[in-house]
């Protein structure tokens, strides 16, 4: 069973940002999409961003909350999927997670994702 890792989270000022890493071991990520999404405290997970794998040229997809601020890259050399977060808002807070897919799916449903991670936390206050 493959289980991914998050790491990265922690506390940032709103303008701050702050780099999430999801890396597997023993386990090739660039041929999965990998997604990232968010829970906060009495939310519905929700989808944050995906890249898709290396076959389909690792496209990437954006929640519109996200655009512009949000970026999700591969580094196939560490195995390693990032997400780096700019202008950081207090909106953003919640617990991230990243998961796995054959493909990115419609509208980053958290339902298409598996092998999940344990998630880490990120804080966004004044």
């Known amino acids: 069973q493959v289980q991914l890792v998050e790491s990265g989270g922690g506390s940032a000022h709103p303008g701050g940002s702050l780099r999430l890493s999801c890396t597997a071991s023993?386990?090739?990520?660039?041929?999965?999409?990998i997604g990232w999404f968010r829970q906060a405290p009495g939310k519905e997970r929700e989808g944050v961003s995906c890249?898709?794998?290396?076959?389909?040229?690792?496209?990437?997809e954006y929640a519109d909350s996200v655009k512009g601020r949000f970026t999700i890259s591969r580094d196939y050399a560490k195995n390693t999927v990032y997400l780096q977060m700019n202008s950081l808002k207090p909106e953003d807070t919640a617990v991230y997670y990243c998961?796995?897919?054959w493909g990115c799916g419609w509208g980053l449903q958290a339902s298409d994702f598996g092998s999940w991670g344990q998630g880490t936390q990120v804080t966004v206050s004044a």
């Open positions: 023993e386990f090739t990520l660039d041929l999965h999409a």
């Open positions: 890249i898709q794998s290396s076959d389909h040229s690792a496209t990437t």
């Open positions: 998961a796995m897919a």
